[in-house]
């Protein structure tokens, strides 16, 4: 995680623009002051800056849940604050200022690009959780007229797969960072041709967080065109035997199950179990249904309301059916406003992100949830609560 160690923080005076980053305000933890966010526009990026007294030192790091990727954003970000306040640094693991490598950041897309409108092409698959991105690069370039969308959460793995991207000169894959339990849910229905989930982690300790699960599969087969398939490749007995017996759940299911199969690529996970000589499944679960559309045109928008009572929100958790509403910690703004911390949604998938309150307007920060129903009906909570 890119940051500095600090002797003192200076507070500078909001807005300003230093090294061709914009600097927008910054807003201190109600309760523990010594906890404070800047918020940065950095090219077309929008995310907060974490700044945190930790000893007799303090820190100034990316913040957890806006943080971007490419990461050379942040770096610029905390050297450009850094420079502009003349902060004595006590420790760095930045590199020096980092330049905007057009060409490696166009296969990274965000998250509104596939929930504003999602891409079209006569045949997408889409690879959950690609890791060093051996297969997803080996599909690419085996199957040019395919479009490959990645979603990964391991930021580092994103920046790997971009640099081959980039070097491959490969024009064909789109790479997200997201949660991909939550991203099928806003694929547009009958629209893929192949779903792989290859090596997924194990979770044999927190079942919870595994990717296949009912609501997961459900999703998939809505996305897949018929016949499209849904791809899983495992080592894990455990694992298998899950996925099997949750396939077997489904009304009706059509899957096919192999053992030890040569796909024609091995990935770095594949080489690890390979070597321990561990045997490999996969199961192929194919869909044979025409899905309805999904609905996806959900109004996320908030009114602006006073802002009085928003800090007995803090701290607290409130429950309803399939999902909650937590308010993790609110900010005060220093020239005004607020930034509440949320998580949101669905108890398995919830969302991370703020509400921001400034200038007589509230919205979501970064960006509004993810247009799902389970997002839309925790967001007429919200309102009901700030708003009665
Ligand atoms: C064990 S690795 C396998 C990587 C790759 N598929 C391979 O075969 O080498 C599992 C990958 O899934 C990613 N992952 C786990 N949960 C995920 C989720 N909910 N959405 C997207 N990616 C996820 C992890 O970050 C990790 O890179």
């Known amino acids: 995680m890119p940051h500095i160690q600090i002797k003192d ?9 230093h090294e061709g980053i914009d600097f927008s305000f910054i807003a201190s933890n109600i309760k523990y002051p010594n906890e404070k966010l800047i918020c940065v526009q950095s090219e077309e990026k929008n995310f907060l800056l974490q700044v945190k007294r930790v000893e007799d030192k303090w820190l100034l790091k990316s913040d ?15 050297n450009a604050y850094a420079s502009k306040a003349e902060l004595e640094i006590l420790f760095t693991n930045l590199a020096q200022k980092q330049m905007h490598h057009a060409h490696k950041e166009s296969a990274l897309k965000p998250i509104n690009f596939f929930a504003k409108s999602f891409p079209k092409a006569e045949e997408i698959w889409v ?19 395919v479009l490959h969308i990645g979603i990964e959460i391991h930021k580092a793995s994103i920046e790997q797969v971009l640099k081959q991207i980039s070097i491959l000169e490969l024009d064909n894959i789109m790479l ?17 041709g192949r779903i792989f989930v290859h090596f997924p982690v194990p979770w044999d300790k927190k079942p919870h967080r595994r990717v296949i699960s009912h609501p997961f599969i459900s999703e998939s087969l809505r996305a897949l065109k018929e016949k499209g398939t849904l791809e899983l490749r495992t080592d894990s007995e455990n694992y298998f035997a899950y996925a099997l017996q949750t396939f077997l759940e489904l009304n009706q299911s059509d ?6 199969q040569n796909i024609g690529i091995i990935s770095k996970y594949e080489s690890r179990w390979r070597k321990m000589e561990k045997n490999i499944y996969d199961i192929s679960l194919s869909n044979h249904e ?5 609905k996806n045109d959900y109004d996320f928008s908030l009114a602006h309301n006073s802002t009085e009572n928003i800090e007995q929100l803090n701290t607290q958790t409130i429950r309803f059916e399939n999902g909650f509403i937590h308010f993790e910690r ?38 509004p949830p993810i247009a799902s129903k389970t ?12 708003y009665g």
Not at 255 to 260: C, D, E, H, L, P
């Open 64 to 78: 957890k849940v806006t943080r971007v990727s490419p990461n050379y954003h942040i770096k610029n970000a905390i």
């Open 9 to 17: 923080f200076k507070e500078l005076s909001f807005p300003f623009s």
């Open 375 to 386: 997002n839309h009906n925790a967001h007429l909570k919200l309102k009901e609560l700030l």
């Open 255 to 260: 899957f096919q199950v192999r053992k030890n």
């Open 290 to 294: 025409i899905s309805e559309p999904i």
């Open 176 to 192: 997200v960072d997201f949660d991909a339990r939550l991203f099928l849910e806003f694929v547009p229905s009958n629209l893929v």
């Open 127 to 145: 690879e959950v959780g690609f890791g060093s991105g051996v297969h997803l690069l080996h599909q690419a370039q085996e199957n040019p007229d």
């Open 330 to 367: 609110i900010y005060g703004i220093t020239d005004g406003g607020y930034l509440v911390r949320l998580s949101m949604g669905s108890f398995d998938k919830p969302e991370h992100l703020f509400i921001l309150i400034k200038d007589e307007k509230t919205s979501y920060f970064p960006h």
